[in-house]
């Protein structure tokens, strides 16, 4: 995994006060998923990556790293 996706998605999490457990149940995600993600082991699908950046009011672009703000 590109490791600009999980920096960007703890970033984001960071600068909103979430924990893994409180992003997980705002976009509808189990938490260990999230650690994955987190940790490397796994990729967003692009269902994820929609859900992360429509709640995140941002673009998929940004969350893995081919644009920033």
Do not use: H
């Not at 490791?3 to 999490?13: F, P, S, T």
């Not at 409180?22 to 994955?36: M, V, Y």
């Not at 796994?42 to 893995?64: C, G, M």
Request: proline share 1%; no cysteine; glycine share 6%.
């Amino acid at each position: 995994m590109n490791i600009q996706v999980a920096q960007r998605i703890r970033e984001l999490m960071k600068e909103n006060g979430l924990t893994q457990v409180a992003l997980a149940e705002k976009i509808g995600l189990r938490q260990n998923t999230i650690s994955a993600w987190l940790l490397g082991k796994k990729e967003p699908s692009i269902r994820s990556l929609w859900l992360l950046a429509d709640y995140f009011n941002t673009d998929i672009d940004y969350i893995v790293g081919r644009k920033d703000y």
